[in-house]
């Protein structure tokens, strides 16, 4: 069973940059789609971007064109590029297979936008 931990979080300021990265203990070769989520307090986890085997990407429209999914097959890693953090962006942040697979959640990482 792969397990994946996620990094990367931090507090930002409005405007500024994080680059998540979510690294597996095993090949993700294999695994056709990789997603990243988010929950953050109050809400309910919601799936921000996700990335096919082949590259093909999607966001959800609260992200489009501020964040930039990748993944390295190679590094069994999985990216997320946020840029123009918004404070509604605040959120802890994992990853996930699609379909989500509940034995591969992990701590998550909390990413904080304010000032």
């Known amino acids: 069973q792969v397990q994946l931990v996620e990094s990367g979080g931090g507090l930002v300021q409005p405007g500024g940059s994080l680059r998540l990265s979510c690294a597996a203990s095993g090949s993700i070769f294999s695994i056709p789609v990789m997603g990243w989520f988010r929950q953050a307090p109050g809400k309910q986890r919601e799936l921000v971007a996700h990335i096919t085997r082949g590259g093909s990407t999607n966001y959800a429209d609260s992200v489009k064109g501020r964040f930039t999914i990748s993944r390295d097959n190679a590094k069994n890693t999985v990216y997320l590029q946020m840029n123009s953090l918004k404070p509604e962006d605040t959120a802890v942040y994992y990853c996930?297979?699609?379909?989500?697979?509940?034995?591969?959640w992990g701590q998550g990482t909390q990413v904080t936008v304010s000032s």
């Open positions: 996930n297979t699609l379909p989500v697979d509940r034995g591969y």
